[in-house]
């Protein structure tokens, strides 16, 4: 099935900075989502998207789907920004798989 | 707030005991999706209805089975529980198939 890879696997970051988080997968898909788990365990959506370009205020993505690969950017971090980004892919052949996460702590 | 609701939020039970947890989805979506969170498998679908019936099939051990009835509602049963069965079960709806999907708080099983 397919597979998928996110670095870094830990990210520690000072309150203000800004980072790049990257997903890697194996193969097409027709679904590309990120999530936000925070410290209660809530999953919470970022972005649905399969390819191209979103923003959502400090938070913006890039699929680029011919490459096999998405990147979530966070600028100007918050220490609310804390928690697990995973994303999570749906191939042609309807297999869900979610990749490991990266686990964010930004310090005040 | 996503709109999809879960219950119940925790459950503590015995090896070898049988479970129901419930999902809702948001209004109007017509796909179900159960997945489990575990420490040591990371989070894996289970499996998915649309409409009132199976679509796609996860990781889902025989143990485990799941539904969806007439007004969307969806019920995964957890039997013969093992103390490995402990995480967190998410459900997640969707409008269609493959469209973006939006997750229920979760219910925590703990198998004592």
């Known amino acids: 099935g397919i597979q998928v890879e996110q670095s870094p696997p830990d990210l520690i970051l000072q309150e203000g900075a800004n980072s790049t988080l990257r997903c890697n997968f194996s193969d097409s898909v027709n679904n590309l989502q990120w999530f936000h788990q925070n410290p209660w365990g809530q999953l919470i959506n970022l972005f649905y998207?399969?390819?191209g370009t979103k923003q959502n205020g400090r938070l913006s993505a890039t699929t680029v789907a011919t490459e096999r690969y998405s990147l979530l950017y966070i600028s100007s971090s918050q220490t609310t920004d804390s928690g697990v980004y995973f994303c999570?892919?749906?191939?042609?052949?309807?297999?869900?798989?979610f990749g490991p996460g990266t686990r964010l702590s930004v310090l005040p | 707030d996503s709109g999809v609701t879960q219950t119940p939020k925790h459950l503590i039970t015995a090896t070898g005991q049988r479970v129901t947890l419930r999902c809702s989805p948001r209004s109007g979506d017509l796909s179900v999706y159960w997945y489990q969170q575990s420490l040591d498998q990371g989070l894996q679908f289970l499996i998915q209805?649309?409409?009132?019936?199976?679509?796609a099939k996860g990781n889902i051990l025989e143990r485990f089975s799941a539904q969806q009835f007439p007004d969307l509602h969806s019920e995964l049963n957890l039997s013969s529980l093992e103390l490995g069965d402990s995480a967190l079960y998410f459900c997640?709806?969707?409008?269609?198939?493959?469209?973006?999907?939006?997750f229920g708080p979760g219910t925590r099983l703990t198998v004592l």
């Open positions: 997640a709806s969707s409008p269609r198939l493959g469209n973006e999907q939006f």
């Open positions: 998207i399969p390819s």
């Open positions: 209805y649309y409409n009132g019936e199976e679509r």
């Open positions: 999570a892919v749906r191939d042609y052949g309807q297999n869900f798989v």
